[in-house]
């Protein structure tokens, strides 16, 4: 599985941007999908995940401001991004994996290290 991610760019804090992810296969419901980023010098943390099942994972820190969603017939997964913070410029990148249970994807968004197989190129997202 390959996954290409898009929608990055600048924003101003406060403002918004949708960030999508596009398979070269199908990860309808074989995998669990997630969005993670990276601040350079800083490890990869979790942001949102689906689980296999369909529910969803957020990192505590989001404070409901991002969305994830999937859409199965377009075989893309978004994050959609709200109320962005400076604190928020990172890289983000798009993940799959196979046979991650919802605890575990869970588990990861709190800080579990995280073991995706396949992962995107990233895509830059700068809040000023």
């Known amino acids: 599985v390959q996954l290409v991610e898009s929608g990055g760019g600048s924003a101003q804090a406060g403002g918004s941007l949708v960030l999508s992810c596009a398979p070269s296969?199908?990860?309808?419901?074989?995998?669990?999908v997630g969005w993670f980023r990276q601040i350079p010098g800083n490890e990869r943390e979790g942001v949102a995940s689906i689980a296999q099942d369909g529910r969803a994972t957020y990192a505590d820190s989001l404070e409901g401001r991002f969305t994830i969603s999937k859409d199965n017939a377009k075989d893309t997964l978004y994050l959609q991004m709200n109320s962005l913070k400076i604190e928020g410029t990172a890289m983000y990148y798009c993940a799959a994996t196979s046979g991650m249970t919802y605890l575990q994807a869970l588990a990861v968004m709190r800080g579990s290290p995280v073991e995706y197989q396949y992962w995107g190129q990233g895509t830059q997202v700068t809040v000023s």
């Open positions: 296969g199908s990860i309808a419901d074989a995998y669990c």
